[in-house]
């Protein structure tokens, strides 16, 4: 179901313009995933925390190589990717 969630999210955003709503939506997919991750309430399980875990860095990946866009989807795209490796930094 992640999966499905961040290529809905993501996946015909990558070579163009982000939208404004898109943004949002991107954004909160990506703290939700934090979220999980950082779970200290264990209101997750280890399954859904790994699953969390792989998108991120997945997600992470694809964004550093996404080349479209303008300077506010760029701007976007560095947002997300610093969010990402805030919430994989905790971790270490």
Do not use: M, P, W
């Amino acid at each position: 179901i992640i999966s499905d969630l961040v290529n809905a999210c993501f996946k015909e955003d990558l070579a163009t313009n982000v939208n404004a709503s898109r943004q949002s939506l991107q954004t909160e997919l990506v703290q939700r995933l934090a979220d999980i991750l950082n779970d200290q309430g264990k209101q997750y399980d280890n399954s859904a925390k790994s699953a969390a875990y792989y998108h991120l860095k997945s997600l992470r990946a694809t964004l550093i190589n996404s080349t479209g866009g303008n300077i506010q989807t760029k701007a976007h795209r560095s947002n997300l990717i610093f969010l990402i490796d805030k919430n994989l930094s905790v971790l270490k």
